[in-house]
């Protein structure tokens, strides 16, 4: 069956661009996660959907980065003015249902860097 | 606060050798769920297990096997007789049933040279 899936796999851009990354979860998976790992670094966690809602946005690093999540499937996350220091793999990962503690699934990741 | 440690940045083993990955966390949760996470060379992160806070049973599935210790808040990872398809970075990951976030390490990378 499909994975989540994540679009671009790549993306060079120039610094003070904006980018959007893309998640397609698992169908029928209602929790979203993005995380940020910087090379040879661990998963930052970034934000967390259930459904349609946000309830935890703590870890944005800064207000130029954002993320919404529409009809309760794919998630756009966008990152405004982008600086060096943003260049990373930027992963995604969805759950059957966040309540109950399930295993994350993670797509193959959107690796950006920002010249 | 809730925090993962993996004091092992890198293990380098010989095929066929068994090797231990540790994981320390810390959470004031009594409702906690601890997973195993590898991402292999090709970058894909995939589940290994989930154990929560009131399972201390340890687990072994093949030639993986977990001891989970809630008394020294531990939860290790044992590969015997690793195989070089074992070679990837492994990360242990604590959710706790109040929060939304999951925790990670920062990961161990485990090397297994033929």
């Known amino acids: 069956g499909a994975g989540v899936s994540q679009s671009p796999s790549n993306k060079v851009t120039e610094k003070g661009k904006d980018v959007e990354l893309r998640c397609d979860p698992i169908?029928?998976?209602?929790?979203l996660y993005w995380y940020r790992q910087s090379l040879g670094q661990g998963l930052e966690f970034l934000i967390y959907f259930q459904g349609n809602s946000a309830p935890d946005k703590s870890g944005l690093p800064s207000d130029r980065f954002s993320a919404e999540r529409t009809g309760g499937s794919v998630s756009t996350l966008t990152i405004q003015r982008t600086q060096q220091e943003d260049s990373a793999v930027y992963l995604c990962?969805?759950?059957?249902?966040?309540?109950?503690?399930?295993?994350?699934?993670f797509g193959p990741g959107t690796r950006l860097t920002v010249t | 606060a809730q925090k993962v440690t993996q004091a092992q940045t890198e293990i380098s083993v010989v095929e066929k050798e068994d090797v231990t990955l540790d994981c320390v966390y810390e959470?004031?949760?009594?409702?906690?769920?601890l997973f195993w996470y590898k991402q292999p060379p090709s970058g894909e992160l995939v589940f290994l297990i989930r154990?929560?806070?009131?399972?201390?049973q340890n687990e072994i599935s093949g030639r993986y096997s977990w001891n989970f210790q809630k008394s020294t808040s531990s939860f290790n990872f044992t590969i015997t007789a690793s195989q070089v398809v074992d070679s990837a970075v492994y990360f242990c990951?604590?959710?706790?049933?109040?929060?939304?976030?999951?925790?990670f390490g920062a990961g161990t990378r485990l090397f297994v040279k033929a």
């Open positions: 959470t004031r949760d009594t409702t906690y769920y």
């Open positions: 169908s029928g998976h209602t929790a």
């Open positions: 154990r929560n806070s009131f399972d201390e």
């Open positions: 990962a969805s759950s059957l249902d966040r309540a109950l503690g399930h295993e994350q699934y």
């Open positions: 990951a604590l959710s706790a049933a109040g929060g939304f976030k999951t925790i």
